[in-house]
């Protein structure tokens, strides 16, 4: 049993409510959920979101839509999956974040395929990022979501719900998924402004010919409308992550 898992909630930090867009008639996570959906290794998605009532909205949305719905704690991502997958139990999790709304679910099964061909603990496309911000996929085993649970401490591995796997690579298989061709440089992630307005670009020219397009489609698009990429050029990569780092060194922690 494989389980995807996407983390959403409205409280972002950079662009409160994001998550409930309207992207072509849909919030967007649901537009992402839809996308997931067409995986063809994952038994169930469940939305997790947190039992704040702000995320109450979320949950609506979810039955609406015919999503599975699971709430945990706000803060501590980590404790969210462990319940999560407690309560829709799995062999192995998928964890995905609701704020990338152009996944792509061949990725995401090429990653769950060398993952169970390997026999991996934790199997990802972004230990070394070559794949664009947006469609990062990460499938843990059920071992090693555990042993998270149990040992992680810093503010970082709670967060961000893998760090403590991959910073132990003497505990655990992992392994990395790369892209032929560095595209790393592009965006397509939402925490500002501008990347829905890059977001809603794509879906512009793209969700009317195939509701499921592929990031292949995307590079296409761009390759023909380099202006687009300019518009959310300016944001660095993983913002989130180098936030909770440094509330690591504040609270003690090497």
């Known amino acids: 049993m494989i389980n995807a898992f996407m983390q959403t909630r409205v409280s972002s930090s950079r662009l409160p409510s994001k ?3 309207n992207l072509h008639g849909l919030p967007m996570f649901v537009q992402q959920a839809k996308r997931i959906q067409q995986c063809k290794k994952i038994d169930k998605l469940i939305v997790i979101t947190s039992t704040e009532k702000s995320d109450d909205i979320l949950e609506v949305i979810c039955k609406e839509n015919n999503l599975l719905c699971f709430r945990g704690d706000l803060n501590n991502v980590l404790s969210r999956y462990y319940y999560a997958q407690l309560a829709y139990p799995c062999e192995h ?3 995905v974040t609701a704020d990338c709304p152009v996944i792509d679910s061949a990725l995401i099964d090429h990653v769950i395929n060398a993952h169970l061909i390997n026999s991996n603990d934790y199997t990802s496309n972004c230990l070394k990022s070559t794949f664009p911000d947006g469609l990062d996929t990460e499938v843990i085993s059920k071992h090693a979501l555990l042993d998270a649970y149990k ?3 810093k503010p970082s591995e709670l967060e961000h ?3 403590y796997i991959r910073n132990n ?4 298989q992992l392994q990395n998924i790369q892209s032929e061709t560095d ?3 592009h965006r397509w992630t939402v925490d500002e402004p501008e990347d829905f307005a890059l ?3 794509i879906y512009d020219h793209l969700y009317t010919q195939n509701h499921y397009f592929n990031y292949q489609d995307i590079l296409h698009l761009l390759s023909l409308k380099p202006e687009l990429s300019s518009i959310n050029a300016q944001f660095s990569r993983n913002e989130g992550m180098l936030k909770s780092l440094k509330q690591d060194k504040e609270e003690g922690y090497e």
Do not use: M
């Open 151 to 153: 040992y992680a401490k």
């Open 161 to 163: 719900v893998t760090p």
């Open 169 to 172: 690579p003497q505990k655990y």
């Open 19 to 21: 998550v409930l867009k």
């Open 93 to 95: 999790a998928v964890r």
């Open 183 to 185: 595209l790393s440089n």
């Open 199 to 201: 977001i809603s670009a």
